[in-house]
C-alpha cells in the first residue's frame, strides 16, 4: 500500500528556519521521521511559473504560502526524497498557484491560448519536467495532471461541465506527454470530494466515457472537516465510491489527499486507518493507498492558519509529529 505525505511546504519552512524533532525532542531529518510512521511515498506539487515571494492572496483576501514550487525546487525536493528511498508522485498544478475547484487559473505565461495553443502547452510543459527528471536520473511513479479538478482546468478553457470535450483533450495531451518519457508511470486523475459518489459517476462518464480522456488511476481527495460531517457518516460514501469506480471504470483507485484536525490527532489517526482499510479492500489490488496533505505543518507557522496539518509546536522554530501519523501503521 502506498502510504504518503505530501510535502510541498516543507522546503520553505525549513528556509524559514523550521527544524523537526522525534517523539524524544531529538533533532532529526523530517523525512526521515515521516519513514518512521510507515511513509512510503513523497508527493510534491509543481506550479508553471510561481510568484518569486512563494505566496498568493486568495479572491477573499487570505494571504497563503504556496511553499517552493517551481521546477527546480522541486526537482531538489524530488531528489532529496529519492535519496531516501521514497516512492515519488509528481502533481501538476497546471497554474501559477494552488488549482481546486475554485481555482483553475490560467498560468499567466499562457493567458493568450486557445484550447488548440493548450494543448500543446500542457504537453510541453508536462514532457520538459519529465525530461528534467529523467535527467536526474528520477522515474516518478505517479503524475497527477491537474489538481482536484472538479471543475476542470485553465479557466475557462476546459472548465466542466461547459467544456467537457476540451478537459478530455487537456488530460490526454498530459498523459501522453508523462508516458511519452516514463511509460510505466501511472497518471492520476484527481477529485475532491471523494464521498460525492453521483459527482464522481458523472464527471467519469462524461470524460472516460463519452470523451475517452487516458488515464491509468482515479483519484480522490477527502476531508470530513471541509465537507463538514464525520468520517464516521462518510466513510461508507468513500468506501463504496472506491470499489465502484474501480469496477465500473477498470481504474486503480487511490486517497490523493487526506487530513484532520490537527488539535485532534487520535481522531484523525482513526480515520487514516478506516480510509486505508477501504482503500485496501478494494478488490483485485486496485486500490493503491494514502497521502496525507500536508503533515509536515501546523497553523501556527502557516498565514492563513490552515488547520489539518499534522504537526504541533514543541519549542521555538522547532516542529514533532502529531500522533495522527500512527494512523499509517509505524
Not at 522546503?11 to 511513509?39: N, R, T
Not at 490537527?262 to 481522531?267: F, Y
Not at 496533505?293 to 499534522?310: F, R
Amino acid at each position: 500500500m502506498i502510504k504518503g505525505a505530501d510535502i510541498g511546504w516543507l522546503s520553505m519552512l525549513e528556509k524559514l528556519g523550521m527544524s523537526y524533532v522525534d517523539e524524544k525532542m531529538q533533532a532529526a531529518d523530517p523525512l526521515d521521521l515521516l519513514k518512521d510512521y510507515g511513509i512510503n511515498t513523497i508527493r510534491l506539487r509543481l506550479f508553471v511559473d510561481p510568484p518569486s515571494s512563494c505566496f498568493w492572496r486568495k479572491n477573499n483576501g487570505k494571504r497563503v504560502m504556496l511553499g517552493f514550487c517551481d521546477k527546480n525546487s522541486v526537482l531538489e525536493a524530488a531528489k532529496r526524497a529519492k535519496d531516501k528511498g521514497f516512492k515519488l508522485m509528481i502533481d501538476l498544478h497546471y497554474s501559477d498557484h494552488f488549482a481546486d475547484p475554485e481555482y483553475q487559473d490560467i498560468p499567466k505565461l499562457w493567458s493568450a491560448a486557445d484550447d488548440v495553443w493548450a494543448v500543446a502547452l500542457i504537453q510541453e510543459h508536462t514532457e520538459r519536467f519529465m525530461e528534467a527528471l529523467r535527467d536526474l536520473d528520477i522515474t516518478p511513479d505517479f503524475v497527477q495532471t491537474g489538481n482536484e479538478i472538479n471543475n476542470g482546468i485553465l479557466f475557462p478553457l476546459g472548465k466542466y461541465p461547459e467544456e467537457k470535450r476540451n478537459l478530455a483533450k487537456f488530460l490526454t495531451s498530459g498523459y501522453e506527454a508523462v508516458k511519452n518519457i516514463f511509460p510505466d508511470t501511472k497518471v492520476v486523475t484527481h477529485l475532491a470530494e471523494g464521498n460525492n459518489r453521483k459527482f464522481f459517476e458523472e464527471f467519469f462518464d462524461d470524460i472516460l466515457g463519452t470523451y475517452k480522456a487516458k488515464t491509468d488511476v482515479i483519484g480522490m481527495s477527502y476531508y470530513p472537516y471541509w465537507i463538514g460531517k464525520s468520517y464516521k457518516e462518510t466513510i461508507h460514501d468513500l468506501s463504496v465510491n472506491l470499489m465502484k469506480c474501480a469496477k465500473k471504470y477498470d481504474k486503480e483507485v487511490m486517497v490523493c489527499e487526506i487530513g484532520g484536525l490537527e488539535t485532534e490527532p487520535e481522531e484523525t489517526a482513526d480515520m487514516i486507518r478506516l480510509v486505508l482499510n477501504a482503500v485496501e479492500a478494494v478488490p483485485s489490488g486496485k486500490g493503491l493507498g494514502v497521502i496525507y496533505w500536508e503533515p509536515a505543518a501546523c497553523s501556527k507557522v502557516l498565514p492563513d492558519n490552515y488547520p489539518l496539518g499534522a504537526c504541533r509546536i514543541v519549542a521555538e522554530n522547532t516542529l514533532q509529529f502529531t500522533d495522527a501519523m500512527k494512523g499509517f501503521g509505524e
